[in-house]
Nanobody
């Protein structure tokens, strides 16, 4: 059974940084794409960043230049380095992976205070 477990969320002041991690387990195949999404209260879940197996990346315009996605295939882990955080970045951040099907983590809360 595939599991994605996020960690690294928390409370930070505006302008600060956080690094999220997502560790994948229970699979014998490599994920083609891993990504981060987020959902703020009252909003739909939205795309944040994506990385392929060959490290091609793309970002939502709202985070480009501030967030960096990376992955360690040997550790089956994807990271999201978040710098220059803004209050509007406050959300639950979800890890997403595409393999035989689409998998989601349980989410980690990121709160940015002004």
């Amino acid at each position: 059974q595939v599991q994605l477990v996020e960690s690294g969320g928390g409370l930070v002041q505006a302008g600060g940084s956080l690094r999220l991690s997502c560790a994948a387990s229970g699979h014998s195949f490599a994920f083609n794409t891993m990504a981060w999404y987020r959902q703020a209260p009252g909003n739909q879940r939205e795309f944040v960043a994506r990385i392929t197996r060959v490290d091609n990346t793309n970002y939502a315009s709202s985070v480009k230049g501030r967030f960096t996605i990376s992955r360690d295939n040997a550790k089956n882990t994807v990271y999201l380095q978040m710098n220059s955080l803004k209050p509007e970045d406050t959300a639950v951040y979800y890890c997403n992976a595409i393999g035989l099907t689409t998998y989601w983590g349980q989410g980690t809360q990121v709160t940015v205070s002004s």
